[in-house]
């Protein structure tokens, strides 16, 4: 099998994250950026992540990804029900998550950035959506305040509910992509609870975290 992907995407963790946690064995291919042409022959369009199965079957999003590869090899993992509270503690969250990392992963040595018109490509696309990332950059310092105190919410959800240390959550699957993505910005407060089970995800899932690059 083969997973293209680009490593600062959280939805292409996302895909990444089942193939550690199932230990399944799986090709990473990491796209330039700019490149429309690749992802378009496969799947009709320009989005990432893409599964391109053992039966050369393209496979285009990530919880179908997810979905696919949790159900198709060995026993599930994604035994545990969703939790509404943290799903809805994500969805305030990217609203303060995106403006800060966005500007931060178009000056990161991401592989899928190395080329100069690919960077560029990253930041014309995403200026067009979030505004200019001087601007954005300026605001972080208020942002990075409203979001540690979100993550004292999350800490409050972490300790209302009892975790499987064997199985997971679609919600695992969503959320710490988000996090990994926020790891980025420096100044951010991890309380225990949360920075202990990102650190464990990273580890059970095999991917990264981008703490050593915080900027």
């Known amino acids: 099998m083969k997973l293209y992907v680009y490593d600062h995407c959280p939805f292409c963790v996302r895909s990444r994250m089942i193939f550690?946690?199932?230990?399944?064995?799986?090709?990473?291919?990491?796209?330039?950026?700019?490149?429309?042409?690749?992802?378009?022959?496969?799947?009709g369009k320009k989005m990432l992540p893409i599964l391109i199965t053992e039966r050369n079957e393209a496979i285009g999003e990530s919880l179908d990804i997810v979905k696919y590869i949790d159900e198709t090899y060995g026993s599930s993992v994604l035994g545990v029900p969703d939790n509404s509270a943290i799903e809805a503690w994500m969805e305030e969250a990217t609203k303060l998550i995106y403006p800060l990392a966005i500007p931060r992963w178009a000056n990161s040595d991401f592989e899928e950035f190395r080329p100069d018109a690919a960077r560029q490509y990253f930041v014309n696309k995403k200026e067009a959506v979030f505004g200019p990332f001087p601007r954005l950059l300026e605001q972080s310092g208020i942002m990075v305040n409203e979001i540690n105190a979100q993550l004292?919410?999350?800490?409050?959800?972490?300790?209302?509910?009892?975790?499987?240390?064997?199985?997971?959550?679609?919600?695992?699957?969503?959320?710490?992509?988000?996090?990994?993505?926020?790891?980025?910005?420096?100044g951010?407060?991890?309380?225990?609870?949360?920075?202990?089970?990102?650190?464990?995800?990273?580890?059970?899932?095999?991917?990264?975290?981008?703490d050593n690059i915080a900027i």
């Open 20 to 43: 550690g946690l199932k230990d399944v064995a799986c090709e990473i291919i990491t796209l330039s950026n700019d490149d429309e042409e690749t992802p378009t022959r496969l799947i």
């Open 152 to 186: 004292e919410v999350l800490e409050l959800l972490f300790a209302q509910q009892e975790r499987d240390t064997q199985h997971f959550s679609l919600t695992d699957i969503r959320l710490f992509p988000l996090l990994r993505s926020l790891s980025i910005v420096k």
């Open 188 to 210: 951010i407060q991890w309380p225990p609870q949360i920075d202990a089970w990102r650190r464990e995800m990273a580890l059970r899932s095999q991917v990264n975290l981008n």
